[in-house]
């Protein structure tokens, strides 16, 4: 008895108390509450992360938009200043015709307020006009003030220019006497000949004002910054002023100094980003000759994109700590809850894979009837044509050989006469059951002589359109479209009360699907054409009905409707996929 009871305290030890039982489900339940908290979370960082990538794009487009618009703007300035006549008129040789195109120039660099200078250069490289903007006022330089811009590259390279095409200079410093202005002026030097004495003349230059464009693409109102670096890493507009110009004002500062983390080699492929423990990094190639009629940058220069990452993920953290606060709150609430969702999730996955399974095998036997009832059909066809055909063509040919020898031959006439149609019969029959031809030809003679015996046996008219060639078109396919135009004639012989009818084939323009077209000028649909949860009362018929479980098979569409003219037409669309797809399960 003694043993018995300290067995049964045994037993009792090893069971969980209450606290335990309690632990295990708060242990499970704070499990599953971690999960879905961490799924939460890294989709919201996922869905953060594209986000920025998202943003990035657009701040790039943008910059792209602003710049874009920006030179269109100057190479628009430059070939209306080029074309005016003060311009064209200029000659050095004549002062009064300088000066009258001097007061154009500042006239217009008043007006509009983008370029620092507004030069004329002969062809010798020699400055023959230039007003220089400086604190809002415009300014001629003196003829004695007038620089050699011989050495300058620009002017060397717009030199072979034909009138009407430009020359679009780097992005970079203005340089006065062969020294960098001070305060840096960034500039872009739009050049263009000018039309004189049929040929080109002067060089007309705009020095394009980079300070606004760059300090617009900085203060786009969007998350992160942009800049605007060459293929060195050198700073156009970097993080800071003092990153910026470094090849030309002599500092070390440039992108692989700023941001280390991040491979500028593989960044600078074309659209390419990424992300590093600096944040998210996007570029994009931009080319300031827009026409390519000169390209001339000697350096390639790219847009980038930059999110910093505490910026990037600032929501994400804001709503993790939320999450951790909800889900303290809300654990074993939230974990039943969780529980019962992922169970009714997994039996309507399952329910809707058995109703999918279910739907393929009647597909699949659907699929092999029509195929079985086709075989059957041919079989028949070549029975009655090779078997019953070829006796009943003996008989009449021995009956024909018994004429000629008989000493009655009107008594044969009838039976000869019976065995012809006896003949004609079999024939029809046959052509019903399985016609030659769709085996033997293809899918357009098959409907050729279909629609033939069709106009002979029925008196209605048809017009018969096949847009395409036999090849393009599977034959176990061509056997499912000559049943339902078959089945779709028949209607209108039985229906429609139909004088004309209209069958067309086509394929579209890339090939991708068949399309069928049958019309009549009958009654139309009617009061048949009522629908009801089931189908329109035309569409419960078997021929109908046979006609859509053939489309199906097809993977097509099926439409029926009263047509603008009077009668009815039918539609059927079939993607020329599942003719290829699907061929060998149909056969």
């Known amino acids: ?103 154009i120039f500042q006239h217009f660099v008043k007006s509009q307020n ?44 717009s030199l072979a220019l034909d009138v009407g095409q430009i020359f679009t200079s780097e992005f970079d410093l203005n340089l006065e006497q062969g020294k960098i202005e001070l305060p840096v002026k960034p500039v872009i030097r739009f050049v263009t000949p000018v039309l004189q004495n049929g040929t080109a003349g002067y060089l007309l230059v705009f020095n394009y004002q980079g300070m606004p464009l760059l300090r617009e693409l900085s203060e786009m109102t969007l998350p992160g910054q942009t800049f605007l670096i060459r293929k060195d890493g050198e700073f156009l507009l970097g993080p800071t002023t003092d990153s910026e110009w470094g090849w030309l004002l002599q500092h070390s500062h440039r992108f692989s100094t700023s941001f280390p983390t991040v491979n500028l080699d593989q960044l600078l492929k074309p659209n390419s980003a990424e992300r590093t423990s600096e944040g998210f990094f996007q570029t994009k190639n931009i080319n300031f000759d827009l026409d390519k009629t000169a390209s001339n940058l000697r350096q390639s ?89 070829q006796q009943a063509t003996a008989i009449n040919l021995d009956l024909r050989m018994l004429k000629e020898k008989s000493n009655h031959p009107k008594e044969l006439i009838r039976v000869i006469q019976e065995s012809d149609k006896l003949l004609q019969a079999l024939h029809s029959f046959a052509t019903r059951a399985r016609p030659a031809e769709l085996d033997d030809l293809g899918l357009q003679e098959a409907l050729e002589s ?8 029925t008196g209605i008219d048809c017009e018969f359109d096949c847009q395409f060639i036999n090849e393009e078109i599977d034959p176990a396919i061509s056997v499912h479209v000559f049943r339902i135009i078959q089945e779709s004639l028949n209607n209108i012989s039985k229906h429609a ?26 009654v139309g649909l009617g009061s048949e054409s009522t629908n009801n949860e089931h189908g329109t009362e035309m569409e419960k018929r078997l021929g109908m009905l046979g006609m859509r479980e053939r489309v199906e098979l097809l993977n097509g569409k099926l439409h029926l409707e009263n047509s603008a003219d009077g009668g009815t037409k039918l ?15 149909l056969e």
């Open 114 to 157: 983008a370029y620092s200078q507004i030069r004329l250069i002969d062809r010798q490289g020699m400055e023959i006009a230039r007003v220089d903007w400086n604190n809002n006022e415009a300014t001629v330089t003196q003829r004695d003030d007038l620089q050699d811009k011989s050495d300058r590259y620009y002017v060397d390279d």
């Open 497 to 522: 009360k139909a004088d004309v009818a209209a069958i067309q084939l086509a394929l579209t323009e890339n090939k991708d699907e068949l399309q069928v077209t049958v019309t009549d000028d009958g």
């Open 450 to 457: 279909h629609i033939w015996n069709f106009e002979k046996r």
């Open 301 to 389: 220069l790219f847009l980038v994109a930059h999110v910093p990452i505490k910026e990037a993920f600032q929501n994400s953290s804001n709503v993790l700590n939320w999450l951790l606060t909800v889900g303290g709150i809300m654990l074993i609430p939230l974990a039943l809850i969780t529980r019962f969702w992922a169970s009714s999730v997994d039996r309507r996955r399952y329910q809707n894979k058995k109703i999918a399974q279910s739907e393929k095998r009647l597909r699949q036997l659907s699929a092999q009837l029509v195929s079985l009832q086709e075989e059957e059909r041919r079989s028949l066809s070549r029975e009655i044509h090779d078997s019953l055909g």
């Open 1 to 103: 008895m003694q043993t018995s009871r300290l067995q049964f305290d045994k037993n009792q030890d090893r069971e969980p108390t209450i606290s335990q039982r309690q632990l295990l489900v708060m242990l499970v339940s704070a499990i599953l509450l971690a999960l879905l908290l961490s799924a939460i979370y890294f989709q919201e960082r996922s869905k953060e992360s594209r986000l920025r990538i998202e943003q990035c794009s657009h701040r790039l487009a943008l910059a792209r938009e602003i710049i874009v618009r920006d030179l269109n703007r100057v190479r628009s300035d430059l070939l209306f200043v080029a074309a005016l006549p003060e311009v064209q008129s200029a000659n050095s040789i004549a002062p009064e015709s300088l000066h009258d195109a001097t007061n």
């Open 571 to 585: 539609k059927i669309q079939i993607p020329v996929f599942s003719l290829k797809t699907d061929a060998g399960e």
